[in-house]
């Protein structure tokens, strides 16, 4: 039997083994342009064992091709009210500590009628029934004594390389009535005695927990108490904004040639300046959207800022979708077209609708699992930042230095002259939470790096890097930020241990996010890593998301007139949508944006 047929059917810990005697023992040995090849075909990453249905082998997982963890958990959570209902048995919702989990409140005097009915329930349907005990308390209860039971109906995807499990269950607590007051088997983020007499209200989901829609019309029964959400939570609008280009388009590689003709300088310097590894697109944007919407379901609204492309799968029409082009964030500013992502980040706080609070997000970081917005932004407003281990090299700066080096020196340089601080240490590449009245600020106060900075159409060794390291100092020295903590992982595509990698975040699902970064390779690389990409991200997210259409475009997307805005403003023309435009040239009602000078010699596509 073949090695990787084998190793297929083999428990994950002895092939984790295998895969890592694997890696340090053989690949090494191989030539430096072979190791990815032999490491992809080693480690298979479509088998269904990864972290599938092998953690629920005994019980039924109902199979869909689409689902979301809110959307499970609200399946699990509806199934139980249903059935109270349905036997007049009185209950009302308490919110919980777990993040995907919803629970129910039933009186002990109606226990034996409720476990009846769970029981029933679980075995008509092929669910699963558990008995949970609350943190602190010994001993093992069976269901006749238990003080939280927890019913739930796994859901997997046709593959069964995701499995939304327990986790999503609907908890079922049993109160007791003692001396008056309603009193919970365990804490809760609001109160576990309740006056008996406390008033019963509906409450809209978004009162529960922080992971769910800000526009969920569903409410559900509780005591009024609960729908005082606790002050740990976060109660403004956050946005998140993509930058993503088509580096296959033949009319932006013409307009790339011809740029690089213009900028003579793009050959003395990095050869990650311009080279076309950090503009392909091998459809990492459909599986990050695919995370967005599975993982972060509190986000309002999805800005995709552009160069006129839109991906011939994207759904356009969605409100909560706005498609931007460079040129209306660029105005009269800057130097179009332009090739250089630290020159569109310095413009991404003028798109005009965005919140104050936004997450910047590059095509190629993905969510890895469900998390709240208190992860990225304190309930006071202040943003998190995620420091690497990483140092920002202490040399000087120098022509030849990559790009992001580069940007790191200058960004250094701008702290230590306000601050008379030092900035050491890089940030790693996660989603960015970004304030547009600090990016303001920035804008204003380091002008002319600012500016300098949207006019190199390539990145250059002046530029500096305002969404990706200056905006997280600047906010956390005046105030505005604080550091936050996520679990992450970056690996470049190239590295011939990144199919083990994947192997263990598509079998673990352990992180909160992760980066699959690919700086500088060549074409045969870049085939492998594109193969790469098609066996992990499918199966890592396997559930189509709302914005992807169900067949292609029937007409090109992208816009043709030079100086007409792209497909842009859906929810700003819908009405009642909850994003409202500021005024023509503002960023937020009270901030104004600077009447910046063009930069020289300045065009626009």
């Not at 009405?575 to 023509?584: R, W, Y």
Request: hydrophobic share 40%; net charge neutral.
């Amino acid at each position: 039997m073949p090695l990787r047929r084998i190793l297929r059917h083999t428990p994950w810990p002895v092939r984790r083994y295998v895969l890592a005697g694997v890696q340090h023992k053989v690949l090494r040995h191989l030539p430096a342009e072979r190791r990815l090849t032999v490491a992809r075909w080693v480690v298979p990453l479509d088998a269904a064992d990864h972290g599938g249905r092998a953690r629920l082998a005994r019980v039924a997982v109902r199979v869909t091709d689409r689902a979301t963890p809110a959307g499970v958990r609200r399946e699990n959570l509806d199934r139980v009210v249903t059935a109270l209902e349905t036997a007049a048995i009185e209950w009302f919702r308490v919110p919980v500590h777990s993040l995907t989990g919803s629970a129910i409140a039933v009186r002990e005097e109606d226990r034996n009628r409720v476990i009846g009915l769970l029981e029933t329930l679980s075995a008509s349907d092929a669910g699963l029934l558990e008995v949970i005990r609350p943190k602190g308390r010994t001993g093992r209860r069976g269901r006749r004594r238990a003080e939280v039971l927890r019913l739930s109906r796994p859901v997997s995807d046709p593959g069964a390389t995701l499995v939304f499990g327990p986790e999503y269950g609907c908890e079922i607590e049993f109160w007791r009535t003692v001396d008056g007051n309603l009193t919970g088997p365990r804490p809760n983020p609001v109160a576990d005695v309740v006056p008996a007499g406390e008033p019963i209200v509906d409450a809209p989901e978004p009162v529960f927990g922080s992971f769910s829609s800000p526009s969920d019309p569903a409410a559900y029964r509780t005591r009024e108490i609960f729908t005082m959400v606790s002050s740990d939570r976060v109660g403004f609008p956050i946005d998140v904004v993509y930058t993503w280009v088509d580096g296959g388009d033949p009319v932006w590689h013409e307009r790339k040639a011809a740029a690089l003709r213009e900028n003579g300088w793009v050959s003395e310097v990095s050869e990650q300046a311009a080279n076309d590894s950090r503009y392909a697109s091998r459809d990492e944007l459909r599986y990050s959207l695919r995370a967005l919407h599975a993982f972060a379901p509190w986000v309002r609204h999805i800005f995709l800022v552009t160069a006129d492309q839109v991906p011939d799968w994207l759904d356009t029409t969605r409100p909560d979708l706005t498609v931007v082009s460079h040129r209306e964030i660029f105005g009269d500013t800057g130097r179009l077209p332009t090739f250089n992502s630290q020159a569109i980040e310095s413009r991404l706080h003028r798109i005009p609708g965005l919140a104050e609070h936004f997450l910047y997000l590059n095509d190629d970081v993905f969510l890895g699992r469900p998390v709240p917005p208190e992860m990225f932004f304190t309930p006071g407003g202040l943003t998190r930042f995620f420091p690497s281990p990483a140092l920002v090299d202490s040399a000087p700066r120098l022509p030849t230095d990559p790009p992001a080096n580069s940007a790191g020196k200058n960004n250094r340089r701008l702290i230590q002259q306000a601050f008379g601080r030092v900035l050491t240490r890089k940030m790693k590449h996660t989603p960015h939470p970004s304030r547009r009245s600090v990016l303001a600020e920035i804008e204003l106060r380091f002008a002319e790096h600012v500016s300098a900075t949207a006019g190199h159409q390539f990145r250059h060794p002046d530029d500096i890097s305002m969404l990706s390291s200056l905006q997280q100092y600047y906010a956390y020295l005046t105030g505005r930020a604080a550091p936050g903590d996520i679990q992450y992982m970056y690996t470049d595509l190239a590295d011939p241990a990144t199919p083990m990698r994947l192997a263990r975040v598509l079998h673990d699902r352990h992180l909160d996010a992760f980066c699959l970064n690919d700086t500088d390779s060549s074409p045969a690389a870049a085939q492998e890593q594109a193969a790469l990409l098609a066996d992990f991200l499918p199966s890592y997210l396997p559930f189509p998301s709302p914005y992807e259409l169900t067949g292609p475009r029937p007409h090109p997307a992208a816009i043709e007139a030079p100086r007409t805005p792209v497909v842009a403003r859906q929810s700003a023309r819908s009405a009642g949508s909850a994003v409202t435009e500021p005024p023509a040239g503002q960023v937020h009602p009270d901030i104004p944006l600077p009447s910046q000078p063009s930069a020289s010699d300045t065009t626009h596509a």
